[in-house]
């Protein structure tokens, strides 16, 4: 009889499919360790979420592709990110809600692979007719974060002559959901941020923010070649508010002058409780001329006040105020903080309730 033979244990070639398969396998665990790194290894939510839309770049190939963010308010899309043909026409540019794909994704939270859009009815063209950029085909994925949809990321023709398929769709879904979870990231941290350079009492900014922001605020305005200016105030005896009423209504004097601050403030401007009783306005834009006028209103503002009608403590306030700028008065936020502190002083000496600038001296 003759022998019987194992049946061949030779490996079987791999048709072109397979290998097509396996290698974008191969790059889908690549990629998933790549972003995953980026998670881990920065604490700065913008960079994390470049480094994953990176990976969407050399992954996926996208004709044209961008990361839109959805208003929590209107439920609005807006370009915050896009890349390609004629893409700075559309950063800034705002989707109706509901308006095309990436406004339909955005208000059903699921996916959409489009391979003719021409034959979609959901389909927009008010982009391509911006950019003039001509969409065949169209992957859409939403970042979900919470339960909510914060935004979509759209990728528009494959940069080859193939169209989009479930394996890209999946893989978007993946770079999706790490952008979700890099924007929430962002919005914690930026919450702690504005949390340690807020002030505890008031609704104002506080010391830390202070001397964080105004060396960086004289930068931009020497860059800028514009002018700067600072106004210093301290509340003229303020320890009688405390001793006559107590440190709670005192408190709250404070936040009632807070309140009363914010709403003055020019854009660009911003108010710090520096310590106890003492105030910086920093006005950006504003020469030491056009900042007196600020500072003399704000005056007013204070001087005409009723504090803690509600309580019937009935307290008005006075302050005395020192005012300089940069360039003229000083080069740096330690010469600016001294000056406007010895002028301020300057007033308290002559009989308090004033208004004293460097010109002045």
């Known amino acids: 009889m003759p022998e019987d033979h194992p ?13 097509d398969r396996l290698r974008r396998r191969l790059v889908e665990l690549e990629v998933y360790q790549e972003v995953a790194k980026a998670l881990t290894s920065s604490l700065e939510p913008q960079r994390v ?5 990176e990976q969407v770049r050399r992954v996926l190939r996208p004709g044209n592709w961008s990361l839109l963010l959805r208003d929590e308010r209107s439920g609005e899309l807006e370009f915050a990110i896009a890349e390609g043909t004629g893409a700075e026409k559309l950063r800034g540019l705002r989707l109706g809600r509901g308006e095309g794909i990436a406004g339909s994704v955005a208000e059903s939270g699921e996916p959409l692979l489009i391979s003719e859009v021409d034959h979609d009815p959901r389909w927009s063209a008010r982009a391509d007719e911006l950019t003039r950029f001509h969409t065949r085909s169209v992957v859409c994925v939403p970042m979900i974060c919470r339960d909510e949809v914060r935004g979509v990321i759209e990728l528009v023709n494959f940069e080859r002559a193939r169209r989009f398929d479930a394996i890209d769709l999946r893989l978007l879904q993946t770079f999706a959901d790490f952008a979700a979870i890099a924007l929430e990231n962002a919005r914690h941290v930026q919450a702690l941020r504005d949390l340690s350079l807020s002030d505890d009492v008031t609704v104002l900014r506080n010391a830390r923010y202070l001397h964080r922001v105004l060396p960086q605020e004289l930068e931009a305005a020497r860059e800028a070649r514009e002018s700067f200016s600072l106004v210093l105030f301290d509340l003229d005896r303020f320890k009688s508010v405390n001793d006559r009423h107590g440190h709670l209504e005192g408190s709250a004097v404070l936040r009632e002058l807070g309140d009363l601050i914010a709403p003055t403030l020019p854009p660009r401007a911003s108010g710090v409780r520096y310590g106890g009783d003492e105030f910086v306005i920093l006005l950006p834009g504003h020469d030491p001329e056009a900042a007196a006028s600020y500072a003399s209103m704000l005056r007013e503002a204070v001087k005409g006040q009723v504090f803690r009608r509600e309580s019937g403590a009935n307290i008005r306030l006075t302050a005395s105020y020192g005012l300089c700028g940069f360039p003229r008065d000083a080069q740096d936020a330690r010469g600016l903080l001294a000056l406007a502190d010895a002028l301020m002083y300057g007033v308290k000496e002559r009989g308090r309730d004033g208004l004293a600038t460097s010109a002045a001296r």
């Open 7 to 19: 049946e061949s244990t030779a490996p079987r070639a791999l048709d072109p499919d397979e290998m």
């Open 49 to 53: 979420l470049e480094q994953i839309l």
